[in-house]
């Protein structure tokens, strides 16, 4: 029985383009015994520490990195516009039904059977039945 064969090799992508490091024009290099032990600016000239080449670098595929101008921001703004307006739906809601259970409460205070604040009962003055002659 062999083996199972090695994962094909994920695909490779040209990065974005690299300036890289070197700056010749304006380079110092300290040197000893022709080794280049420090440079200003770092990695100014090819053999610094530091030296990145300029070039496209070859990244994964799916790891590029996408630029400011590709930043597609439509759905967080469609997020935050659709959780406001769901938001104010909610508020508008629950002010309705306030407004309606306290309609309700002064329609029936109204017309309350004849009693005042704190249950005591009104009722007509009755006419005292005096026969007076005068």
Do not use: R, W
């Amino acid at each position: 029985m062999e083996p199972p064969s090695p994962p094909p090799p994920l695909p490779m992508c040209d990065g974005p383009y690299d300036a890289g490091t070197a700056n010749p024009a304006s380079c110092g290099v300290s040197s000893v015994n022709d080794v280049k032990v420090s440079c200003s600016p770092t990695g100014c000239e090819s053999g610094c520490p530091g030296f990145k080449e300029a070039g496209t670098p070859q990244v994964l595929c799916s790891s590029l990195p996408s630029s400011d101008s590709e930043l597609n921001i439509g759905p967080i703004i469609g997020g935050a516009v659709g959780g406001l307006l769901a938001l104010c739906c909610i508020c508008g809601l629950v002010g309705g039904g306030i407004f309606l259970i306290m309609k309700k409460k002064k329609e029936g205070g109204a017309a309350g059977g004849g009693q005042a604040q704190g249950g005591v009962a009104l009722s007509a003055p009755v006419a005292a039945a005096v026969d007076t002659k005068i």
